[in-house]
C-alpha cells in the first residue's frame, strides 16, 4: 500500500499542521492540529497513507471511529495473507468464515459469524447482508486474532445499534436540535423549503443555539456526508465565531453533526 513515510516526531507534527490547513480533509480535522496529529501517527502505525485513513475516520466522544471498509483496509495491509469470506446458508442462519493470517502464525487463522448474531438496526443489514456481514465478520477476526491493529477503534454500525448507549453530549452541555416545531429550513424569502447547502448568516441579536438549531436542520436534507462538510464550508465563517465565544456549544454541535454523518457514510452500500 502506497504510504507517505514520517520519520519522527517533528515530522509527524509538521506534516498535521500541514493536513489541519488543507482544504481536502474531512471537516472535522480542519484548523485542529492535535486531531490531524493523532490521525497521521495512527496512520504511521496501522502502514497507512495519513490522507486515506483520514477520509474515513470521523470523531465521535473523543473516540475515533471507522467505516466497515477501513478495518478489511487496515488487516489487510498488515497480515502475511490478507482476510478471505465464504459465505453458506441463507436468510439469518446466513454465515460467513473469515480467514487470514497474521505475521508469525504457521497457518491460517478463521471464525465464523452468522446474521443473526451480528444484525443490526442498519438498513444495510437489509439491502446488502452479505457485505455487511463480511464488515461484522472482520472486525471480530481482528479483534480476536490482532487486537493490536485495532484497539480502542470503534465502527460504525456499533455507534447507531439502538440497543447500545446512545451517543450523548457532555454533561454541561445540551444536545442540539432542530426546532421540533421547524423540522425544514425554510427561506424567509420565499417560503421555500431549504434542500441544498448554503451560506446561513446568524440574524441580528440571535443566540448561538438557535441558529445552530436551524443550520442542523438544513444539514438533516442533505443525501451523503459529503453534502454535510458543504454546509460547513460555506457557514465555516460563524461557526469559527461560535467556537470562540460558546466552545462548548460548538463542540456539543458538532458532536450532533458526527452523529448526521454516521448515517451518510459512503461505501456501506457497495
Known amino acids: 500500500m502506497n504510504q507517505l513515510v514520517v520519520a519522527d516526531t517533528r515530522a509527524n507534527l509538521d506534516l498535521a499542521k500541514a493536513f489541519s490547513e488543507a482544504k481536502m480533509v474531512p471537516e472535522h480535522f480542519k484548523k485542529s492540529v492535535g486531531d490531524c496529529f493523532i490521525a497521521v501517527t495512527l496512520a504511521e502505525r496501522l502502514r497507512m497513507d495519513p490522507w486515506v485513513l483520514m477520509q474515513e475516520l470521523y470523531i465521535i466522544q473523543g473516540k475515533p471511529m471507522m467505516s466497515g471498509k477501513l478495518v478489511i483496509a487496515i488487516l489487510n495491509g498488515n497480515l502475511a495473507d490478507p482476510i478471505r469470506p465464504a459465505y453458506e446458508g441463507e436468510g439469518p442462519d446466513r454465515q460467513i468464515t473469515i480467514t487470514g493470517r497474521p505475521h508469525g502464525a504457521s497457518e491460517p487463522l478463521s471464525i465464523k459469524l452468522k446474521v443473526r448474531d451480528a444484525k443490526t438496526a442498519n438498513e444495510q443489514w437489509t439491502k446488502n447482508p452479505d457485505q ?40 454541561a452541555a445540551t444536545p442540539i436540535a432542530a426546532p421540533t416545531t421547524a423540522p425544514e429550513l425554510i427561506d424567509e424569502e420565499t417560503g421555500e423549503i431549504i434542500t441544498q447547502p448554503t451560506e446561513l448568516p446568524a440574524k441580528p441579536g440571535e443566540e448561538w443555539r438557535p441558529w445552530a438549531q436551524r443550520l442542523l436542520a438544513g444539514m438533516r436534507s442533505s443525501p451523503d456526508a459529503t453534502t454535510v462538510d458543504r454546509w460547513l464550508e460555506l457557514n465555516a465563517r460563524d461557526l469559527n465565531v461560535m467556537r470562540e465565544e460558546k466552545p462548548t456549544l460548538h463542540a456539543t454541535f458538532m458532536n450532533g453533526v458526527q452523529q448526521l454523518k454516521l448515517q451518510l457514510i459512503p461505501g456501506e452500500s457497495t
Open 132 to 171: 455487511m456481514l463480511m464488515y461484522a465478520g472482520a472486525r471480530q477476526w481482528g479483534r480476536r486474532y490482532t487486537p493490536d491493529l485495532i484497539l480502542g477503534i470503534v465502527f460504525d454500525d456499533e455507534e447507531i445499534t439502538p440497543n447500545r448507549a446512545p451517543i450523548i453530549a457532555p454533561p
